[in-house]
């Protein structure tokens, strides 16, 4: 389930459930691989995260595929 808790209302960025930080995204277009994590305690995965990090990745294959 989602809650509005969990992304900032106006920025729309993704929160760390542990600490209440903006989650660090970071991708590789060459490697084709996308991180979420949170700079403050390194966690921040969630079930929304995975999905969220695996429909990047997708869309990463899909650009390069073009």
Same mark, same amino acid.
């Given at each position: 389930?989602?809650? &509005?808790?969990? /992304?900032? &209302?106006?920025?729309?960025?993704?929160?760390? +459930?542990?600490?209440?930080?903006?989650l660090?995204?970071?991708?590789?277009?060459?490697?084709?691989?996308?991180?979420? +994590?949170c &700079?403050?305690?390194?966690?921040?995965?969630?079930?929304?995260?995975? +999905?969220?990090?695996? /429909?990047? #990745?997708?869309?990463?294959?899909? /650009? #390069?595929?073009?």
């Amino acid at each position: 389930m989602s809650s &509005p808790l969990h /992304a900032h &209302p106006v920025t729309r960025h993704r929160w760390c +459930r542990d600490c209440a930080m903006v989650l660090t995204v970071t991708v590789d277009e060459l490697a084709r691989t996308v991180a979420m +994590r949170c &700079p403050r305690c390194g966690g921040g995965s969630s079930a929304a995260t995975v +999905r969220l990090l695996a /429909a990047c #990745q997708a869309s990463l294959a899909a /650009a #390069q595929a073009a």
